[in-house]
């Protein structure tokens, strides 16, 4: 076996195998101890959280518990100053007894907790070697968190005066107080930590395995590219395809728990350097075993190739590519680092609401000694404490009482869906999961996060200001509401339908079958149903004929708009000659699709209803096609006028918008006042709204609404311009409660 080599040698110390003599591990000799106030502070001014670089730097805790506290009282109670957590939490650190100084630094290692580990350290008492009159001493004696092969190449990674820090021995569970600080401070103990070491204790590299890649690392080591090459990259076929075996390796590498779990994908966000170890498997019984060391570098590598053949691996493919990004992030710190330049934090979760979906997504354990229901309800505190910790917010959670609200996992969404809010990020008015259900048995008029909710331009929008709109949660003894103010947008279909939209639904419904007919490529939905026989067929079909029928309505300037719109979140944006073209009402659609020119002109359009489909529909909610349709919505004009009779207000520009069918004809839709500016746009900030007293068919008849659903508003500049301008509502301080509550 060859590999592309070049001249200099590089990269040794990536990828290493050592072996290990478990019969040299003593953990009597081994010693956790609190570290004194001095050494500790130095320790952790290595990396501040430094909110300076990020949207969060204006966020101080004494501000954000009032906002917190005006928003939602009871909910304000259950947080503390994030710096009182870390004054508070003792660092300990695990050594040998003997060592005569303080440590001057450590490295702490993430892992998957076994399934139950009942025990914790102890101090013991031995008899001291056959000396007379039972003379005794006493040692700390605790359960190894791995395997003692791995634990002792764990061990071995310290430097000279560097202690190790993990949580099993390092925070005494046995004390609240002390167990809630050191997890409200977990960010600082794993950001000042010199490196993080993964301890892959659940899978181990076979013996083909090993072999390959002790002759891999050797050639890689001695490759040098230029800076931020990767070697062996661009092959053709790819490496891997070259040699399954490493993508074996790999694969086995990413089945570990250890990616899967809340705790363990927070501690790897959070460290600045990257160790992992695996076991190899035994060549025979004995008291040498081979573990598998290799550097985030290395594994970057090996992400890196694997990329290369993510269209044949689509069940890997979320997971590679988050790593991917994630390590090259890393990476690139890593090689524009200088010693005099000073460590900036991440400044890419502006948001918190992909952070607390991505979180609840992932596993936690909790507490392996409460009984399972306990251990569960304490996993979901776990999960709240992780999405906190990982906002970059300066709070934490204080100790649970006898009053907290159970920690099921709805509840844990609720409060820090409230803490968002009072943080003032948009995303929170704006998920489109499910409504939760609260332990009372109500649903709440906040609904679940979801990973569908965040995307990179969402994640980075300004935060709203709560001073001219305030925002307050409240409850009338039966269910929860929101009390915010409201824009009611115009339904013209009601009042001023067009005599053509018939017309137009039949021209939709002539370019559809057509584009179908002629098997033209559209976007993953467009193809998803166009198999003969497909079961969605019929629905998917009417989707997009209703969907292109209002584009038709909307007219030519509303697409150029709105397609230039999606292009900026990384769809295909339509030309204004291809626009005039398609919405031409004297277009003989039979000719044209006959044309290359006009194939590829319908596979864009196709393209570009696929997208407003796709994300103007909730379906993390459960909505689908089969009970939702688009519906044409305009925006109010800042004024009206008044005469005898009444108000009239003035529409300007278009909007499609997707609701019920099962509120066809009493929804109403409004946006909240505080996100109605124009960059608020990609948000699902269109609220469809039932009254909940008998419809009027005027908002300005009750001031209490049913929150039905939520979705995008994919509106023109008019729209948005004219949304902007809305001044006060005629009614204040709407009240939105969740469905189904009365």
């Not at 401070?185 to 490196?195: E, G, L, S, V």
């Not at 969402?458 to 039966?478: E, L, V």
């Amino acid at each position: 076996m060859s590999f592309p080599s070049s001249q200099c040698p590089s990269r040794f110390g990536q990828c290493e195998f050592v072996d290990i003599n478990t019969d040299e591990l003593d953990t009597s000799s081994l010693y956790a101890r609190v570290v004194s106030s001095p050494i500790r502070e130095v320790l952790f001014s290595r990396h501040r959280r430094g909110y300076s670089s990020s949207p969060e730097a204006s966020i101080d805790a004494a501000t954000l518990l009032l906002d917190l506290g005006s928003l939602a009282p009871s909910v304000a109670k259950d947080f503390m100053p994030k710096d009182h957590a870390e004054c508070s939490a003792p660092l300990r650190l695990l050594n040998d007894v003997h060592l005569p100084d303080e440590e001057h630094g450590y490295i702490a290692m993430s892992y998957c907790h076994k399934q139950y580990t009942p025990d914790k350290p102890r101090r013991v008492v031995t008899p001291l070697g056959a000396l007379p009159f039972g003379w005794t001493k006493e040692v700390e004696q605790f359960p190894l968190p791995t395997s003692k092969a791995v634990f002792q190449a764990v061990l071995k990674e310290r430097r000279i005066g560097e202690g190790l820090w993990f949580d099993q021995v390092c925070i005494d569970d046995e004390d609240e107080d002390e167990h809630v600080a050191a997890v409200g401070a977990i960010d600082t103990i794993y950001k000042n930590a010199r490196a993080v070491v993964v301890a892959l204790d659940d899978v181990t590299a076979t013996l083909e395995e090993e072999q390959f890649l002790r002759c891999y690392a050797e050639q890689y080591s001695r490759l040098e590219l230029p800076l931020g090459q990767q070697p062996n990259v661009g092959l053709s076929p790819p490496l891997m395809h070259q040699y399954p075996i490493l993508w074996t390796f790999l694969d086995h590498v990413l089945n570990s728990s250890w990616f899967e779990r809340a705790w363990c994908a927070h501690e790897m966000r959070l460290g600045e350097h990257h160790i992992f170890i695996l076991p190899c498997s035994l060549q025979w019984e004995g008291e040498v075993q081979t573990v598998m060391r290799f550097t985030s570098a290395f594994f970057f590598h090996l992400l890196v190739l694997a990329s290369e053949l993510l269209t044949s691996l689509p069940a890997h493919h979320t997971k590679i590519r988050s790593l991917h990004d994630f390590f090259r992030g890393k990476q690139l710190n890593v090689d524009n680092a200088r010693p005099d330049s000073p460590q900036l934090p991440s400044s890419d979760q502006t948001s918190f609401i992909s952070t607390i979906a991505e979180t609840f997504r992932m596993q936690a354990g909790g507490n392996p000694r409460l009984p399972e229901y306990q251990r569960r309800l304490d996993a979901n505190r776990d999960k709240t404490s992780i999405a906190l910790n990982a906002s970059g917010l300066p709070l934490a959670l204080t100790s649970p009482n006898p009053l907290s609200r159970p920690n099921i996992e709805d509840e844990c969404l609720r409060s820090l869906l409230l803490v968002s809010l009072a943080a003032r990020d948009p995303m929170s008015l704006c998920t489109t999961g499910t409504p939760l259900q609260l332990h009372d048995g109500s649903v709440s008029w906040l609904c679940r996060p979801t990973p569908l909710d965040g995307n990179p331009v969402r994640n980075h929008m300004p935060r709203f200001t709560n001073k001219a709109y305030p925002i307050a949660q409240r409850s009338d003894g039966i269910a929860e509401y929101a009390q915010l103010d409201l824009i009611f947008l115009e339904l013209p279909h009601r009042t001023q339908p067009n005599p053509q939209f018939t017309s137009q639904v039949a021209r939709a419904r002539t370019l559809i079958d057509l584009c179908a007919q002629y098997q033209l490529d559209g976007s993953a939905l467009w193809n998803l149903w166009q198999a003969p026989g497909h079961v969605r067929a019929l629905t998917m079909r009417n989707i997009f004929i209703q969907t292109l029928a209002c584009v038709f309505e909307c007219g030519t300037q509303w697409l150029l708009e709105v397609s230039s719109q999606l292009h900026q979140r990384g769809s295909t944006a339509l030309n204004a000659y291809t626009i005039g073209m398609l919405l031409n009402p004297h277009l003989i659609i039979q000719n044209y699709i006959l044309l290359p020119e006009g194939q590829a002109a319908f596979s864009s359009l196709l393209t570009l209803i696929s997208t407003v489909i796709t994300s103007g529909i909730p379906w993390a909610s459960g909505a689908s096609e089969r009970n939702y349709g688009p519906l044409i919505i305009t925006a109010p004009i800042s004024t009206s006028h008044t005469f005898p009779y009444g108000s009239i207000h003035t529409h300007s520009g278009k909007a499609i918008i997707f609701a019920p069918f099962a509120h066809s004809k009493t929804l109403l839709v409004a946006v909240p006042e505080v996100v109605k500016d124009a960059h608020y746009d990609g948000l699902a900030r269109g609220w469809i709204l039932t009254s909940m007293n008998p419809y009027t068919g005027s908002p300005k008849q009750s001031v209490s609404w049913t929150l039905q659903s939520k979705g995008v508003v994919f509106g023109d500049g008019d729209f948005n311009a004219a949304l902007e301008r809305c001044g006060e509502g005629d009614v204040r301080n709407h009240r939105v409660y969740g469905p189904e509550v009365r």
